[in-house]
């Protein structure tokens, strides 16, 4: 069944403005989908920014912080993304959850079979507000 299923880490981070937090992953997985965590905020969804990470093989993990205002070293593209809450059933790269593996997003491996193992840092994020939040990490095998 642990094959099937998928595993859940919640994570806090910062609000927007404030130091990006590495989204790190705790498995070698398939597919992962990063979404804001209902918990905070009253279940008022905040929007998330950030930046995707180079996930290749041989760059430092957890990716190096940059200074705020600018991108890290390892952000693939190097500019600012924003992803907006999924409210009214939106899709795309622009909405959350933001999605990697499987058939909707990037992976790596000879038969693009997974996106990382443990260790890898997928994203670093904040929220897309002055208030602080959290994501839900969660990872398929």
């Not at 593209?77 to 959850?97: D, F, R, V």
């Not at 000879?110 to 904040?126: N, R």
Request: proline share 10%; net charge negative; glycine share 12%.
């Amino acid at each position: 069944m642990a094959a099937v299923n998928p595993k859940v880490t919640n994570i806090a981070i910062n609000a927007q403005g404030g130091a990006m937090t590495n989204i790190v992953l705790t498995i070698m997985c398939s597919k992962v989908e990063v979404i804001e965590d209902p918990s905070y905020n009253g279940g008022v969804p905040q929007g998330l920014q950030g930046y995707y990470m180079d996930t290749q093989p041989g760059l430092p993990s957890p990716a190096v912080i940059a200074p705020i205002g600018q991108a890290p070293p390892a952000a693939s593209p190097a500019n600012l993304q924003t992803w907006l809450p999924n409210n009214n059933g939106q899709i795309g790269k622009a909405y959350e959850p933001i999605i990697f593996g499987g058939t909707d997003g990037r992976v790596h491996g000879a038969y693009s079979d997974f996106v990382g193992a443990q260790g890898t840092t997928i994203l670093q994020l904040t929220t897309n507000s002055p208030d602080a939040g959290g994501v839900l990490l969660v990872e398929w095998p």
